[in-house]
């Protein structure tokens, strides 16, 4: 199994800010107020604000998966090994590029949860601190799906275990900085993995892969994908 692991890195060529590059969203807002449980608790109205505009952005008509997204599409699709994306992203551009195994390990910027009831619900428009579940008709419980500070990442379990069964593990546009994601190349290599990074820049973690490659998404996820199809062993061929 091909286990591909992305960040923010992935999705910045489709207009979407990463976090921590220079204008990064963490340089714009206080992480601790809009991505927090205390934050939320402090201040529920701001921190739905926030995801509202973020949200916001998401859907807007200039927001579209870019060739990243598309060759990920494509290698699941064509790939003699099963695929597996893990993703910290809360957009949704992976499964508009086409991948449809995808765990949203830090949740989805579309869907809100009822801390009541504990639903989950499909959430296109702006949420506020007034709007009523729609399943048990509580108020002031609805929050964004995702996973802040603090809380623990969704999936863990199959994350693990898809970890330890891997034959490559791949590090998309990511600057392993946040964890558990950024132990996952090192629990990939303890199964026996081979380790790729494809990112701008060298990130934190660079020193652990076997094989790097470095530029914008957009060109090197595709070159990658290429060369895997054709060879039909990932992380065997250079690019
Ligand atoms: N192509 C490839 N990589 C890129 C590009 C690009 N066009 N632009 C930026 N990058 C790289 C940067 O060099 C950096 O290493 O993407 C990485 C983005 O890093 P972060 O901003 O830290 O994003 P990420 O690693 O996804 O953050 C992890 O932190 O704040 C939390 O929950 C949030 O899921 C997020 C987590």
Same mark, same amino acid.
């Given at each position: &199994?091909?286990?591909?692991?992305?960040?923010?890195?992935?999705?910045?060529?489709?207009?979407?800010?990463?976090?921590?590059? +220079?204008?990064?969203? @963490?340089?714009?807002? *206080?992480? =601790?107020?809009?991505?927090? $449980?205390?934050?939320?608790?402090?201040?529920?109205?701001?921190?739905?604000?926030?995801?509202?505009?973020? %949200?916001?952005?998401?859907?807007?008509?200039?927001?579209?998966?870019? +060739?990243?997204?598309?060759?990920?599409?494509?290698? =699941?699709?064509? *790939?003699?090994?099963? /695929?597996?994306?893990?993703?910290?992203?809360?957009?949704?551009?992976?499964?508009?590029?086409?991948? !449809?195994?995808?765990?949203? &390990?830090?949740?989805?910027?579309?869907?809100?949860?009822?801390?009541?009831?504990?639903?989950?619900?499909? @959430?296109?428009?702006?949420?506020?601190?007034?709007?009523?579940?729609?399943?048990?008709?509580?108020?002031?419980?609805? %929050?964004?799906?995702?996973? @802040?500070?603090?809380?623990?990442?969704?999936? &863990?379990?199959?994350?693990?275990?898809?970890? *330890?069964?891997?034959?490559?593990? /791949?590090?998309?546009?990511?600057?392993?900085?946040?964890?558990?994601?950024?132990?996952?190349?090192?629990?990939?290599?303890?199964?026996? +993995?081979?380790?790729?990074?494809?990112?701008?820049?060298?990130?934190?973690?660079?020193? /652990?892969?076997?094989? *790097?490659?470095?530029? $914008?998404?957009?060109?090197?996820?595709? =070159? @990658?994908?290429?060369?895997?199809? !054709?060879?039909?062993?990932?992380? !065997?061929?250079?690019?």
């Amino acid at each position: &199994m091909l286990v591909i692991l992305t960040g923010a890195g992935i999705s910045k060529e489709s207009g979407l800010d990463t976090f921590r590059d +220079a204008g990064g969203l @963490w340089q714009k807002v *206080s992480m =601790e107020d809009v991505a927090t $449980p205390e934050g939320f608790a402090r201040d529920p109205d701001g921190v739905h604000a926030f995801h509202n505009s973020l %949200r916001k952005t998401l859907l807007s008509e200039s927001i579209a998966p870019n +060739a990243a997204h598309l060759a990920l599409g494509r290698l =699941e699709k064509e *790939s003699a090994e099963p /695929v597996l994306l893990i993703t910290q992203n809360i957009d949704n551009l992976h499964e508009r590029g086409g991948s !449809k195994a995808v765990l949203h &390990m830090h949740g989805e910027l579309l869907q809100a949860r009822c801390t009541r009831c504990r639903k989950v619900f499909p @959430w296109l428009s702006d949420l506020f601190t007034a709007d009523p579940c729609p399943e048990c008709s509580a108020t002031g419980t609805l %929050r964004p799906n995702i996973v @802040w500070f603090g809380e623990v990442p969704f999936f &863990m379990d199959e994350i693990s275990q898809a970890l *330890s069964r891997c034959s490559t593990f /791949v590090s998309i546009g990511t600057s392993g900085n946040v964890y558990p994601a950024a132990n996952f190349c090192v629990l990939a290599r303890q199964g026996g +993995a081979r380790l790729v990074e494809l990112n701008l820049e060298p990130s934190n973690l660079a020193r /652990v892969f076997n094989e *790097s490659h470095y530029g $914008p998404a957009t060109r090197i996820v595709p =070159e @990658w994908v290429e060369s895997v199809l !054709k060879s039909g062993a990932p992380g !065997k061929d250079g690019i």
